[in-house]
Antibody, heavy 121, light 108 residues
Framework: QVHLVQSGAEVRRPGASVTVSCKTSGYTFRNSAIYWVRQAPGQGLEWMGWINAANGHTEFLQRFEGRLTITRNTSASSVYMELSSLTSEDTAVYYC??????????????WGQGTMVTVSS | DIQMTQSPSSLSASVGDRVTITCRASQSITNFLNWYQQKPGKAPKLLIYAASSLQSGVPSRFSGSGSGTYFTLTISSLQPEDFATYYCQQSYITPPVTFGGGTKVEIK
């Protein structure tokens, strides 16, 4: 059974950084990319970036370039998302999600439970 | 970037109703379109991938259709557990992955 388990809620001051972890199990870690999606309170879903679990290649939404880092630890089957220079607009639930490929089609078939990050002074 | 536009943004329906949600892409995405269901406080759940393929374990009352720029998600007979927010998402040209704004299905 595939599971993605994220770290717990975080509270940060403006200007600080936060790291959210995503521990995977139930499948071969290197075989599937992991994506990060966030959702501000009462808002829709916003893709942030992704990491190729096999080789560590990453791509990000352009507006996060320079303050978003995604890494992985293959021995721990875990992925980490670090967001720096936080503002109140970064207050959101952050999700990791596994990529599912069917031919050329890609979707997100398993998701973490979400991590609430609150940025407040 | 490809923009995804869902309509309506919300709807009210009764148990047993047939419900259709539409999603339009700003350019052709062939069939690289996925649908998700999200309930309050929960992570999204994949319902449909590649426009019309039902994800394993999803009830057959859910169906998807469309290609190019126009797509629909249909619930043939709305059940109490289907009241949720639904999102479309394109994976044709990435990055970035883009989602529609969501459609909230409420009880009439």
């Amino acid at each position: 059974q595939v599971h993605l388990v994220q770290s717990g809620a975080e509270v940060r001051r403006p200007g600080a950084s936060v790291t959210v972890s995503c521990k995977t199990s139930g499948y071969t870690f290197r075989n599937s990319a992991i994506y990060w999606v966030r959702q501000a309170p009462g808002q829709g879903l916003e893709w942030m970036g992704w990491i190729n679990a096999a080789n560590g290649h990453t791509e990000f939404l352009q507006r996060f370039e320079g303050r978003l880092t995604i890494t992985r630890n293959t021995s721990a089957s875990s992925v980490y998302m670090e967001l720096s220079s936080l503002t109140s607009e970064d207050t959101a639930v952050y999700y990791c999600a596994r990529e599912y490929r069917n031919g050329w089609s890609r979707a997100f078939d398993f998701w973490g439970q979400g991590t609430m990050v609150t940025v407040s002074s | 970037d490809i923009q995804m536009t869902q309509s309506p943004s919300s709807l009210s329906a009764s148990v047993g109703d047939r419900v259709t949600i539409t999603c339009r892409a700003s350019q052709s995405i062939t069939n690289f379109l996925n649908w998700y269901q999200q309930k309050p406080g929960k992570a999204p759940k994949l319902l449909i991938y590649a426009a019309s393929s039902l994800q394993s374990g999803v009830p057959s009352r859910f169906s998807g259709s469309g290609s190019g720029t126009y797509f629909t998600l249909t619930i043939s007979s709305l059940q109490p557990e289907d009241f949720a927010t639904y999102y479309c998402q394109q994976s044709y040209i990435t990055p970035p992955v883009t989602f529609g704004g969501g459609t909230k299905v409420e009880i009439k």
